[in-house]
């Protein structure tokens, strides 16, 4: 893993937008994997910036969610797909085509999931894979325990992402207790992966990132052996480790 530390969020955002739009430039026909969560809206802002002054486009761009709740429709505020929508594509110059997240309505999740791993795969993978970082050290949904080898799958949420994830809901009975993400194998496959951590609230999860080993009870610490894996870091994290 490189590691880049930024002074603060801003500029974090700034270097992952910077990384993305050079690749995005050389490769227009680029798959990116994107997340949602408080953590890449800086960098979904800066993509929109240069977006509108024409740096960088869309067009031919497809991109693959990582995640989505189950039984939250896409009409709804809290569902993944809503915030993509709100957050990145409907600022942007993609064909809505080319976006995919998994549907967590589906009247057959397990079919759902399957149908999602063959439009990635169809697609020959991710280019580019950008990450958030749980509390817990998940990545997607998957959470700790889930198995290094998964592809896309259904995850119950763990109480302490629900309670994290409750700030968005008006309480955390509405927050879904079952989501669909795209699993470890598959982020792994991504030719390149930036994992983006923001806030004094991730040290411990960054601490063991780094110093930590390679373990299923922290799905994260599997970037360790990722060859092009980048992680972008600001000093909110890593002041709490250093002092
Ligand atoms: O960026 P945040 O809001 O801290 O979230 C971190 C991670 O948690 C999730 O929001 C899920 O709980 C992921 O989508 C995200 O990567």
Redesign the pocket.
Known sequence: MKIIESKNYLKMSHTACQILAEQIGQNPKIKLGL?????PIGLYNRLIHLNKKKEISFQKVTTFN??EYVGLPATHPNSYHYFMRENFFQHIDINEANTHIPNGMAYDLEKECIRYQQVIETAGGMDIQV????ENG??G?NEPGTSFSEETHIISLEKS?RE??ARFFDNIDQVPKKAITVGINTIMQSKQVILLISGETKAEAYNRLVNGGITETFPASILQKHKNCIVLVDQETTFQITN
């Open positions: 997340a949602t969560g408080s953590t990582l995640d990450l958030g970082l749980g998940h990545i949904f992402t994290a994830n």
